[in-house]
T-cell receptor
């Protein structure tokens, strides 16, 4: 069964450093998302991406964040200068299969746990 | 702002039926989803309701009343493996982003 994959599973970084979180969405999906979940809290939407551009972003997704789809398979989230409060689990998700695809069912990856020291 | 309310914790016995409620107040509404998340795991899709009524998928059913801004997830024949957190999530507009509730931790006891 196709699945969303994410690397690394755990990233530890120093405050102020840049991190890049990587995701491989399900092939032939059309919509890609990043969410984050601070330990013990709810899942929060960060950004959605469609047709090679950001379609929507939340107020959390400020100038320190960026997303990219550098090739046909990878989808990345970059945090330019990490802060302590960026420590969270970051989930990538994808949905849609083109013609007749179900866009309202999002498939989540296993997450990257980011720890900022 | 947007708000989704669900109970923080529910406990039930193996084999029983449990209902997890979700009420929402959002500036827009297209549909209500439910996701299951085991500790340390990723959210997994359970159901999506765009129209009023009950949708059944095996042991799980989901209900929506748009006029009441209310939905619920019904889990039947509970199994130990159903112990997890359950999140309702609203799709607010033509984008497909999800706004999640705070989650309900379900504990299934033998």
């Amino acid at each position: 069964e196709p699945e969303v994959t994410q690397t690394p599973s755990h990233q530890v970084t120093q405050m102020g450093q840049e991190v890049i979180l990587r995701c491989v969405p399900i092939s032939n999906h059309l919509y890609f998302y990043w969410y984050r979940q601070i330990l013990g809290q709810k899942v929060e939407f960060l950004v959605s991406f469609y047709n090679n551009e950001i379609s929507e972003k939340s107020e959390i997704f400020d100038d320190q964040f960026s997303v990219e789809r550098p090739d046909g398979s990878n989808f990345t989230l970059k945090i330019r200068s990490t802060k302590l409060e960026d420590s969270a689990m970051y989930f990538c998700a994808s949905s849609g299969q083109g013609k007749g695809g179900r866009l309202d069912e999002q498939f989540f990856g296993p997450g990257t746990r980011l720890t900022v020291l | 702002g947007q708000s989704l309310e669900q109970p923080s914790e529910v406990t039930a016995v193996e084999g029983a039926i449990v209902q997890i409620n979700c009420t929402y107040q959002t500036s827009g509404f297209y549909g209500l989803s439910w996701y299951q998340q085991h500790d340390g795991g990723a959210p997994t899709f359970l159901s999506y309701n765009a129209l009023d009524g009950l949708e059944e998928t095996g042991r799980f059913s989901s209900f929506l009343s748009r006029s009441d801004s209310y939905g619920y997830l019904l889990l039947q024949e509970l199994q130990m493996k159903d112990s997890a957190s359950y999140f309702c999530a609203v799709r607010m507009d033509s984008s497909y982003k999800l706004i999640f509730g705070s989650g309900t931790r379900l504990l299934v006891r033998p």
